[in-house]
């Protein structure tokens, strides 16, 4: 793909060169376009060097239309990184330089921003309603990090690492948005289920699987309704809304409500089987020596319940974790819950599973057909499953 790269002034503009360096080693060809201001962090000569192309920085030094011709030749643009004044001057039309230009004319084409500045600017409302402004035109916002800032205070506003940001343009590579794909519904992460006022029961899940398939089916073009147990996962897509639960029952709750209007769903979400029969209403008191006795009833499943519900024209995809006899299980839970697939992870495999960013997973379909990946990032395993699973 033809990739410029656009830079601004912010410290983090150092980071730069390696991003275009990893785009080029993915096979991208890349050029530069930089703000003056980013000329004061990182120099012509090692932009033009790693790109292997000149620096687009004066609107008016060859008396050309450069921002046209360069609009013509790239395929996407990066900003990274993407100042306040930046993302201030595209959310308001405002085109006063080089690559404000560029960005007002690459309209229609994708664009994808890394932010990064101070936690409290990145706070503030105009720089918000900015942001909002530009996901809604569809400009992907990768980043900001929360970590510590050029000027000594941790917070949210670093700018996303070069890999993440090569990550997310893979990632909007992978085919053009279908808007035939319509609403699909996504669970994700634990629940807890409460004990007292203080205590609950959960479970390790991280969320991630299930935030990087809603990421998935929403780059492939579907609505996603994201249902997630607590996870301090964030996602930003404008065609993702989330709904934030706490127990099982609220799941399944908002689960039921939304499957009628979906076309399918992919419920990844670790469900306690179980909770608490009583919740107190104040905290537990010690027991003494005599310990203490939980009575526990069963949650709804919601996956099978789903597979009750489910008409001919939806797609009902579940997961499997296990331990023995994995894929009988997994067949047997495919069948029994009424499923189009199931997707197998094994704890056995180092690196899959609960917490870690990789998975290695086995798709079974309703039809016997099975595909298994290798170890790969949960980002790459969720494209995989949504090319399976989606027309
Ligand atoms: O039967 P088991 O719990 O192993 O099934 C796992 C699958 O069922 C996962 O897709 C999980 O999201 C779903 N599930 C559910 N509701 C439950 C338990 C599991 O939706 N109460």
């Given at each position: ?359 290695k997973v086995t798709i079974i379909s309703r039809n016997g057909n099975r595909k298994e990946s290798p170890l790969l990032s949960k980002k ?12």
């Open positions: 793909m033809r990739i410029i790269v656009g830079i601004t002034g912010g410290i983090a503009a150092y980071k730069a060169p390696e991003l275009v360096r990893l785009l080029k080693k993915q096979g991208h060809e890349v050029r530069c376009a930089a703000t003056e201001h980013a000329l004061q962090f990182v120099t012509r000569v090692t932009l033009e060097t790693v790109s292997g192309a000149p620096l687009y920085s004066d609107l008016f030094a060859s008396g050309r239309t450069e921002h046209i011709s360069l609009k013509d030749w790239g395929e996407m643009l990066i900003v990274a990184p993407a100042t306040a004044n930046i993302i201030g001057k595209v959310a308001n039309g405002i085109a006063d330089d080089a690559l404000s230009t560029l960005l007002l004319a690459f309209s229609g084409k994708p664009v994808i921003m890394a932010p990064a500045m101070n936690c409290e600017m990145w706070a503030h409302p105009a720089v918000q309603r900015n942001i909002e402004t530009l996901k809604a035109w569809d400009i992907r916002m990768v980043g900001p990090e929360e970590g510590e800032l050029a000027c000594g205070v941790n917070g949210v506003g670093r700018m996303s690492e070069p890999d993440a940001i090569a990550a997310a343009v893979c990632n909007s590579e992978s085919r053009t948005p279908n808007s035939e794909l319509g609403k699909w519904l996504v669970t994700a992460g634990p629940t807890y289920e409460r004990i007292d006022s203080v205590r609950f029961i959960g479970n390790y899940s991280s969320g991630k699987m299930g935030f990087a398939l809603a990421q998935a089916l929403a780059d492939a073009g579907a609505e996603v309704e994201l249902v997630a147990g607590p996870t301090s996962l964030k996602i930003d897509h404008p065609r993702v809304k989330v709904t934030r639960i706490e127990s099982a029952r609220e799941m399944y709750a908002a689960a039921t409500e939304v499957f009628p209007h979906c076309n399918g769903a992919i419920l990844s979400a670790a469900v306690a089987d179980y909770r608490p029969s009583e919740c107190a209403d104040h905290k537990l008191k010690k027991n003494g020596s005599e310990g203490m006795h939980l009575d526990l009833v069963q949650n709804p499943d919601i996956l099978a319940t789903l597979g009750t519900m489910k008409t001919d024209r939806q797609t009902l995809v579940g997961f499997a974790l296990e331990t023995d006899n994995e894929e009988a299980n997994a067949q047997h839970k495919l069948e029994k819950k009424n499923l189009d697939y199931i997707v197998l992870n094994s704890l056995r495999d180092a690196g899959a599973g609960f917490g870690v960013d990789t998975n790459e395993v969720a494209r995989l499953i949504v090319e399976t699973i989606t027309p």
